[in-house]
Each structure stands twice: as structure tokens, then as C-alpha cells.
């Protein structure tokens, strides 16, 4: 069972408010921890890749809706019995904590985008009572969704480069992107307590681009 990533990396360095977030650039989420912020740029090489997608309102969304935002992905489907319904009232927590938060974006993303049309994420969103503007529901071609999850956000970890773009994702996965599109923290979504370890490790980052 996958538990958060940043609840056993995250360290404080003596004298220091601002925790020490991981960042990872490879699927396996090895952590590298680097205390010189110059030398990001040099080390962390991956970030999310571009993308453009229709949300529940059938509006083109492109990675610019999260420019220099912090944002949370995960993927689901609507019509999904399971660990959807459970991940959704889990991040619904974080979406009730930070819904006047404009700096944090949502992207809960289709999986089953050829069922999962804009008129039916919206009615989606409202069936689960969710009227935050900045958490989107995206969909768009399966090609393209799939590739993003694997191969940008790692959401199903060392297997985000060894499976085929055929084979169906479900991931209970929840992945939290700093400003600068790197992923910075991993969490289980099917548990309601990893959502306060996201919520304190989204102030974590806000704490850390303001000390930059």
C-alpha cells in the first residue's frame, strides 16, 4: 500500500520553518532531496508535459490554467463503482479547504473518455455537490490522457513507461505538481488521512516559493 510520499521523506532543517519536499524524476518515486534551490533546475529534468482537453463545461483547458499554480491530478471514471467515488469525497476534503484558494487547480481527468463526454463530468461534478471553478473535469482523446498519466504524471509509478497505451489506467493515485510543474508528492486517494498530510504539503510549497 502506497502511503505518502512526502510522510516519510519530508525532513526540517535545524533552524528552518519551510520542510524539505522531495522532488522525483522518474517513475519509481526515488525522492532527491536538494537543499542548494539553484541547482533544481540542473537535477530535476521532468516536468508535466503540454496538453489540451475539454472540461465539464466544454471548455478548452491547455497546461496554461496552472501556470505558475500548484495543482492535484488524479484519474477517474464516472461510471467507476469502486475506489472513484471514495478518491472524489477524498479530494472533495482538499477542494473544501482550499476552494477560495485561486494559486491551487484541481484536475480530476477521464479515463474513459469515449463514456465520459463534457455534459456528463458536469453532471458529474454537480451529482457530487462540487462548485469549486478551479477544480476541472477533463476529457478528451484516450490517446492523449493516457500518455499524460504514464509518461508525465508517473500515476502508476515504474509502470508509466512499461505499459501499453491500450491497457485500461485505474490508479487511486493523487499527485501534487509545484508552480514549476514538478511532481513533489505522491498519496494514496482511497484514504481520507493522506488528504491533511496534500493539504500540509501544498502550504509546504506555498511557504517554499515565497522563501525563493
Given amino acids: ?17 519551510i520542510i524539505d519536499m522531495p522532488y522525483y524524476n522518474t517513475p519509481n518515486f526515488d525522492p532527491i532531496f536538494i537543499k542548494d534551490k539553484s541547482q533544481v533546475a540542473k537535477q530535476i529534468t521532468h516536468t ?5 482537453f475539454l472540461d465539464q463545461d466544454s471548455v478548452t483547458v491547455t497546461q496554461a490554467i496552472f501556470e505558475n499554480k500548484i495543482h492535484v491530478a488524479n484519474f477517474i471514471f464516472t461510471t467507476c463503482g469502486s475506489i472513484c467515488p471514495v478518491m472524489t ?38 451529482r457530487n455537490g462540487i462548485q469549486n471553478p478551479n ?11 493516457y500518455k499524460l498519466a504514464r509518461k508525465s504524471y508517473f500515476a502508476e509509478e515504474d509502470l508509466g513507461f512499461t505499459k501499453d497505451s491500450t491497457e485500461f489506467l485505474h490508479t487511486e493515485h493523487f499527485i501534487l505538481i509545484d508552480k514549476s510543474k514538478r511532481i513533489r508528492g505522491i498519496y494514496n486517494g482511497t484514504l481520507s488521512l493522506e488528504m491533511k498530510q496534500m493539504l500540509d504539503d501544498i502550504r509546504t510549497l506555498k511557504k517554499e516559493d515565497n522563501s525563493n
Fill in 48 to 52: 508535466i508535459d503540454h496538453f489540451s
Fill in 1 to 17: 500500500m502506497l502511503l505518502s510520499s512526502t510522510l516519510f521523506y519530508s525532513c526540517k532543517e535545524k533552524g528552518k520553518d
Fill in 89 to 126: 469525497t477524498n479530494l472533495k476534503i482538499v477542494n473544501d479547504s482550499l476552494s477560495k484558494d485561486t494559486d491551487v487547480v484541481l484536475l480530476s481527468y477521464s479515463v474513459t473518455p469515449w463514456i465520459d463526454s463534457p455534459a456528463v463530468l458536469n453532471a458529474y461534478k454537480k
Fill in 135 to 145: 477544480w476541472h473535469f477533463l476529457t478528451g482523446s484516450k490517446k492523449d490522457i
